[in-house]
């Protein structure tokens, strides 16, 4: 290969790079969210909010919340605060007991893309 032919070569994978992060970055990221993760909390919480960095398609937006013995807790469904759909709002039906908390989430930003992750709490 020539000097031109790899300075263009290494030029095209530089390119396909940036247009592969830059499409990756407009996903929807979990970015805040309430309790905090990793938060010890000494009351139990009435509801999950969580907040993406894209908007979110409720439909197709689940929120799974795990207890202490790894069940699922009986929540609410995850809806759309009304005027931000970057963010997803989870009641919290049941009252919490003591221990750790495992909240599974999954969304499909605007963009049609999924993406997904998990995060635990603390009751004292
Ligand atoms: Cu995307």
């Known amino acids: 290969m020539s000097f031109s032919r790899r300075v263009l070569s290494s030029l095209l994978t530089l390119t396909a790079t940036l ?3 830059s499409a990756a970055l407009a996903h929807a990221h979990l970015t805040q969210q309430t309790p905090a993760a990793n938060a010890a909390l000494s009351e139990a919480p009435k509801a999950l ?3 993406f960095s ?6 197709f937006s689940k929120v799974v919340l795990l207890g202490p013995d790894d069940q699922p807790v009986a929540t609410g469904k995850a809806t759309l605060n009304a005027s931000d759909d970057k963010q997803l709002l989870v009641p919290v039906n049941a009252p919490l007991k003591t221990g750790r ?3 599974q989430w999954q969304v499909v930003s605007v963009d049609g893309h999924k993406t997904k992750g998990t995060y ?3 009751i004292k």
């Open 19 to 21: 247009a592969f992060s």
């Open 54 to 59: 894209e908007g979110v398609e409720q439909n």
């Open 101 to 103: 908390y495992q909240v």
């Open 49 to 51: 909010t969580l907040n």
């Open 120 to 122: 635990a709490f603390s």
